[in-house]
């Protein structure tokens, strides 16, 4: 005889399925099918929102900049980004946010310090200078080369100006009309931007590191909010 079967869906949390089906196998001969994922939108967006507070929570509690050169700032803009947002936001969002702008300000001072190097070497030229010279037909090359390569003796055949040496690298250049000129060594090519401008760059960029951290230090103060969420 064929019997007619009772179909029922449970939900039930991931700790509580062993013992649950541990129990349904007592009641006799049954279909069992598994899933782990919710079965509707409503319960899809509850998980989702719980395994992203689960997240955020356990990356929260990670932050800390007691070690950073820039503790002390750092602690006073929390505590004003605390005072200026209470009660007014998102923790999730917040720290989403935040996290994410910080790993691009972090992104932005590398290149901002890679060009640094590149340029201070070279100081500052005056821009109107070295137009002016190349309206009158001179040419300006530069040249970095390992200082123990490099010849003194260059400069009597040459009209050529030591800009910077730190022990290992000399950089230099030369001015000259000569069409038929020639040089031992390649010439290469000049960092673009001046140091000054870049290091005024990287003190924005630095500034904002910190109120972003400033900011995921004040959202610790969130943590319970979102553990009840």
């Known amino acids: 005889m064929i019997t007619k079967m009772t179909q029922y869906s449970f939900i039930l949390l991931s700790g509580e399925q062993e013992t649950f089906m541990e129990k349904l196998r007592t009641l006799g001969v049954m279909d069992v099918t598994r899933s782990s994922k919710p079965v509707d939108e409503t319960s899809s967006s509850m998980f989702a929102k719980s395994d992203e507070c689960k997240k955020v929570l356990g990356r ?3 932050v800390d900049y007691s070690k950073d050169a820039d503790f002390e700032v750092i602690s ?11 009660g007014q ?7 989403t946010e935040s996290s994410l702008r910080l790993e691009e300000l972090k992104q932005r001072l590398q290149i ?3 060009a640094y190097e590149e340029q201070l070497p070279w100081g500052t030229f005056d821009e109107q200078k070295l137009k002016a010279l190349a309206e009158q037909g001179y ?7 390992q200082t123990k390569l490099f010849d003194e003796s260059w400069s009597a055949d040459y009209p050529l100006q030591v800009i910077s040496e730190n022990g290992t690298f000399t ?3 030369t001015v000259s009309d000569d069409p038929h000129y020639d040089f031992p ?6 960092a673009s931007g001046s140091c000054q401008d870049t290091a005024a760059k990287m003190d924005k960029v630095s500034s904002a590191i910190i109120e972003c951290k400033g900011k995921l230090l004040s959202l610790k103060r969130l943590i319970p909010q979102i553990e009840k969420s």
């Open 60 to 62: 929260l509690e990670d």
């Open 76 to 86: 006073s803009v929390a505590a004003v980004q605390t005072k200026a947002s209470f």
């Open 89 to 95: 936001e998102d923790p999730v969002k917040a720290f």
């Open 112 to 114: 901002l310090r890679k």
């Open 139 to 145: 040419k300006t090359r530069y040249y970095k080369i």
């Open 171 to 173: 950089w230099f250049v």
């Open 185 to 190: 060594i390649d010439e290469c090519n000049l």
